[in-house]
């Protein structure tokens, strides 16, 4: 195809000339593509599934985000708000980092509103996106992976921000539910992975961001020692939201795992010859991270490069398992982003006199691997598939009925400009 490059070597723009972006993704990334030939004829078959089992979505949330899908101009394209939705999450914990960096202390408490807010403007968005692609007739795989990978950043970062404003810290507790959150959300994936869909269950993604405005709410009221009120007799608010948050995870990751094992794929599948191959990425994820929490001081010290660090890398390898489930091939397990982490832990083992250094460069690192990996996956569909990523190129669905025009069809390119000839003729 005119305008990409197979094989080792650049990616060209659409107008054939580098730019100063593609060439720094080289120079960390040696496949000039994400995806093959035939993986890109798989995609071309791929459609998004889901359960969702919220009765808060159901007959709450759902109303009132279609309502506020309506109010949304139909010249704005879904990924557009992804986009705009990852940016709130990044502002507000970027500001909350900047007073709390070890994930304690307090913040002025105008920041926690922020958070709250910046929250529920992400969750809005999040899920209005996919309503706007139906809404205008553009919903992608583009769209589906740009969803998906945003929410897989957003996961750390909200858990960075929530930590922090129970004032909870570095210490153990914290890792164990930053840890087991991040894992749930891979589990999630490969549940995806293998079943051919994601599952929400009664209690899920919504509620647990609801719980999170909370958090922020109260400690924005009353500050972050709130959480040390103690209730239940010598238990505090703390050790309750806690205890809670590692029950709801681990409940998550369980039904994940039932699901993985139990499904009854058809023998042959892909699906059933693979299904416990992406337990190699996420077990040496888990080894390698516990291998730094214990042998440095990383953790204590630079808690929120840390915490960044690890979930950026976690974000690489879902987005690998992503990927593959859209492409419907083999998952690679082994990543440079891990690779990175790995060296990361040999040279704490080494000497610990730069270990600050370290974190600083394997985090520019991994963060470049990730939005490399991103901007060559979206880069290649974008010219496979003729799609725009941030914009509606053509009159939609909606805008073409807004015009009285009766027989839109599905609201394609292809029907406008027949409706459009025949206007002429």
Same mark, same amino acid.
């Given at each position: 195809?005119?305008?990409?490059?197979?094989?080792?070597?650049?990616?060209?723009?659409?107008?054939?000339?580098?730019?100063?972006?593609?060439?720094?993704?080289?120079?960390?990334?040696?496949?000039?593509?994400?995806?093959?030939?035939?993986?890109?004829?798989?995609?071309?078959?791929?459609?998004?599934?889901?359960?969702?089992?919220?009765?808060?979505?159901?007959?709450?949330?759902?109303?009132?985000?279609?309502?506020?899908?309506?109010?949304?101009?139909?010249?704005?394209?879904?990924?557009?708000?992804?986009?705009?939705?990852?940016?709130?999450?990044?502002?507000?914990?970027?500001?909350?980092?900047?007073?709390?960096?070890?994930?304690?202390?307090?913040?002025?408490?105008?920041?926690?509103?922020?958070?709250?807010?910046?929250?529920?403007?992400?969750?809005?968005?999040?899920?209005?996106?996919?309503?706007?692609?139906?809404?205008?007739?553009?919903?992608?795989?583009?769209?589906?992976?740009?969803?998906?990978?945003?929410?897989?950043?957003?996961?750390?970062?909200?858990?960075?921000?929530?930590?922090?404003?129970?004032?909870?810290?570095?210490?153990?507790?914290? %890792?164990?539910?930053?840890?087991?959150?991040?894992?749930?959300?891979?589990?999630?994936?490969?549940?995806?992975?293998?079943?051919?869909?994601?599952?929400?269950?009664?209690?899920?993604?919504?509620?647990? &961001?609801?719980?999170?405005?909370?958090?922020?709410?109260?400690?924005?009221?009353?500050?972050?020692?709130?959480?040390?009120?103690?209730? %239940?007799?010598?238990?505090?608010?703390?050790?309750?939201?806690?205890?809670?948050?590692? @029950?709801?995870?681990?409940?998550?990751?369980?039904?994940?795992?039932?699901?993985?094992?139990?499904?009854?794929?058809?023998?042959?599948?892909?699906?059933?010859?693979?299904?416990?191959?992406?337990?190699?990425?996420?077990?040496?994820?888990?080894?390698?991270?516990?291998?730094?929490?214990?042998?440095?001081?990383?953790?204590?010290?630079?808690?929120?490069?840390?915490?960044?660090?690890?979930?950026?890398?976690?974000?690489?390898?879902?987005?690998?398992?992503?990927?593959?489930?859209?492409?419907?091939?083999?998952? @690679?397990?082994?990543?440079?982003?891990?690779?990175?982490?790995?060296?990361?832990?040999?040279?704490?083992?080494?000497?610990?006199?730069?270990?600050?250094?370290?974190? &600083?460069?394997?985090?520019?690192?991994?963060?470049?691997?990730?939005?490399?990996?991103?901007?060559?996956?979206?880069?290649?569909?974008?010219?496979?598939?003729?799609?725009? @990523?941030?914009?509606?190129?053509?009159?939609?669905?909606?805008?073409?009925?807004?015009?009285?025009?009766?027989?839109?069809?599905?609201?394609?390119?292809?029907?406008?400009?027949?409706?459009?000839?025949?206007?002429?003729?």
């Amino acid at each position: 195809m005119p305008g990409i490059t197979r094989g080792p070597g650049a990616i060209a723009s659409p107008s054939g000339a580098g730019s100063m972006v593609d060439k720094l993704i080289l120079y960390t990334e040696s496949e000039a593509t994400v995806f093959t030939a035939l993986e890109i004829q798989n995609l071309k078959a791929h459609r998004y599934q889901s359960q969702d089992g919220s009765y808060l979505n159901k007959y709450v949330m759902n109303p009132y985000w279609n309502t506020v899908v309506s109010y949304v101009p139909t010249w704005v394209a879904p990924n557009v708000l992804t986009l705009l939705g990852l940016s709130s999450i990044i502002l507000s914990t970027g500001v909350l980092m900047y007073y709390c960096p070890t994930l304690s202390g307090e913040a002025p408490r105008w920041v926690y509103f922020l958070c709250a807010i910046c929250l529920h403007v992400y969750q809005t968005l999040d899920a209005i996106d996919g309503k706007q692609a139906k809404r205008t007739n553009t919903g992608s795989v583009i769209g589906e992976l740009m969803d998906h990978g945003c929410d897989s950043i957003t996961t750390i970062l909200t858990l960075m921000g929530t930590v922090a404003a129970i004032d909870l810290g570095a210490d153990f507790g914290s %890792f164990r539910l930053i840890m087991a959150t991040l894992v749930g959300f891979y589990l999630a994936h490969w549940n995806c992975y293998v079943t051919g869909g994601l599952e929400f269950g009664i209690v899920d993604v919504t509620e647990a &961001q609801m719980q999170m405005m909370l958090v922020h709410i109260l400690t924005g009221f009353f500050g972050p020692d709130v959480w040390k009120t103690q209730v %239940f007799g010598t238990a505090s608010l703390r050790a309750c939201f806690m205890t809670f948050g590692i @029950v709801f995870v681990m409940v998550s990751i369980m039904r994940s795992l039932r699901n993985v094992v139990m499904h009854e794929a058809p023998t042959g599948s892909l699906a059933n010859d693979s299904r416990y191959e992406p337990a190699a990425a996420i077990l040496a994820f888990v080894a390698i991270v516990s291998g730094l929490m214990l042998s440095c001081d990383l953790w204590e010290e630079r808690t929120a490069l840390f915490c960044w660090c690890i979930g950026i890398v976690n974000s690489k390898i879902v987005c690998r398992l992503i990927v593959s489930h859209m492409a419907k091939t083999r998952m @690679v397990s082994w990543d440079k982003s891990l690779a990175c982490l790995m060296l990361l832990l040999a040279s704490t083992r080494m000497s610990s006199t730069n270990d600050h250094v370290s974190l &600083q460069l394997a985090s520019v690192y991994v963060t470049v691997q990730f939005v490399g990996f991103a901007w060559r996956a979206i880069k290649q569909l974008s010219l496979e598939f003729n799609i725009p @990523v941030l914009s509606i190129p053509y009159p939609n669905i909606a805008t073409l009925k807004e015009r009285g025009v009766k027989d839109v069809g599905m609201g394609s390119k292809e029907s406008y400009f027949t409706e459009a000839s025949h206007k002429n003729k």
